[in-house]
């Protein structure tokens, strides 16, 4: 591998990590910086996780930090506040680590409040329109809900995480400046959607995540995954997208520090 990868969302304050991968968090970053991952994204779910991301990107100068709420997690505060916790937001997303606010968008595979979930994406989304900063969206058996928000807010610009929608919708979004990126889904033997995506999607607007813990590629599924496996979800985009390995790499590091706004 002659280019970096750029791991675009990771989660690497979760608990499995202290409990089963060797070395904890900064043993799996460190494991995956020798294995040929230039660049971390540490994406958020809570104000408190924001913080604890923001740490850990200073303990690194390659690795950066999203500030948000997850939809998840928007229960945790109370609906009545929400200027108050988005000026909390605020300041932290002030420090010169953090790139992104996210994750934020709207979950209905589980029985938070839709309406609820609706407010603090929209309150994200205003924030990100205000500060002009981009997002990273999580959107889950909520597409159309979550593409009709972000087409209201055409000045903010993103990334679609872990993307599972479909090649039209991909399109669309593209169409007004939004980021696809892959995951190791991409990888399952059954993923005929996401090979689709892959061919809906230029290049110019592709990027790779682990989602780790997450979402371990195969041969990996079952395992805890790591920014080291991104190669795998590489290398199927390089395949279903027509691209050598390194070319593969080059674009979609290139394409994380654009829109990231990462200069070096």
């Given at each position: 591998?002659?280019?970096?990868?750029?791991d675009?969302?990771?989660h690497?304050?979760d608990?499995?990590f202290?409990?089963?991968?060797?070395?904890g968090?900064d043993?799996?970053i460190?494991?995956?910086m020798?294995e040929?991952v230039g660049?971390?994204?540490n994406a958020?779910v809570?104000l408190?996780?924001?913080?604890r991301s923001?740490?850990?990107a200073?303990?690194?100068?390659?690795v950066?930090a999203?500030?948000?709420?997850?939809?998840?997690?928007?229960?945790l505060?109370?609906?009545t506040?929400?200027?108050?916790?988005?000026?909390?937001?605020?300041?932290?997303?002030?420090?010169d680590?953090?790139v992104?606010i996210?994750?934020?968008?709207l979950?209905?595979h589980?029985?938070?409040?839709?309406?609820?979930?609706?407010i603090?994406?929209?309150a994200?989304?205003t924030?990100?329109?205000d500060?002009?900063?981009?997002v990273?969206i999580?959107?889950r058996?909520a597409?159309?809900d979550v593409?009709?928000?972000?087409?209201?807010?055409?000045a903010?610009r993103g990334?679609l995480h872990?993307?599972?929608?479909?090649?039209?919708?991909a399109?669309?979004?593209?169409?007004?400046g939004?980021y696809?990126?892959?995951?190791?889904?991409?990888t399952?033997?059954n993923?005929?959607?996401p090979a689709?995506?892959?061919a809906?999607v230029?290049?110019d607007r592709?990027?790779v995540?682990?989602d780790?813990?997450?979402?371990a590629p195969?041969p990996h599924r079952?395992?805890i995954?790591y920014?080291?496996?991104?190669?795998?979800?590489v290398?199927?985009l390089?395949e279903l997208?027509?691209?050598d390995?390194?070319?593969?790499?080059?674009i979609?590091?290139?394409n994380?520090k654009?829109?990231?706004n990462?200069?070096?």
């Amino acid at each position: 591998m002659s280019y970096p990868i750029f791991d675009t969302h990771a989660h690497y304050l979760d608990g499995r990590f202290e409990r089963e991968f060797e070395g904890g968090t900064d043993g799996a970053i460190k494991r995956a910086m020798e294995e040929g991952v230039g660049y971390f994204l540490n994406a958020s779910v809570t104000l408190e996780d924001s913080r604890r991301s923001i740490d850990l990107a200073h303990r690194y100068d390659t690795v950066y930090a999203a500030a948000g709420i997850h939809p998840e997690d928007c229960e945790l505060y109370d609906i009545t506040r929400v200027d108050e916790v988005m000026a909390e937001l605020e300041s932290l997303l002030c420090d010169d680590k953090v790139v992104a606010i996210g994750e934020i968008g709207l979950d209905y595979h589980w029985e938070v409040p839709h309406d609820l979930q609706k407010i603090w994406f929209e309150a994200q989304m205003t924030l990100a329109r205000d500060l002009d900063m981009p997002v990273i969206i999580h959107d889950r058996e909520a597409h159309g809900d979550v593409t009709d928000t972000l087409l209201r807010y055409p000045a903010v610009r993103g990334i679609l995480h872990s993307y599972s929608g479909s090649a039209e919708m991909a399109k669309e979004l593209v169409k007004h400046g939004w980021y696809i990126s892959f995951s190791g889904t991409l990888t399952f033997k059954n993923a005929r959607k996401p090979a689709e995506v892959v061919a809906a999607v230029p290049y110019d607007r592709m990027l790779v995540e682990t989602d780790c813990p997450y979402l371990a590629p195969h041969p990996h599924r079952g395992k805890i995954n790591y920014s080291g496996y991104l190669v795998h979800t590489v290398a199927k985009l390089a395949e279903l997208a027509g691209l050598d390995f390194d070319e593969a790499c080059h674009i979609t590091t290139e394409n994380a520090k654009t829109i990231y706004n990462i200069k070096e």
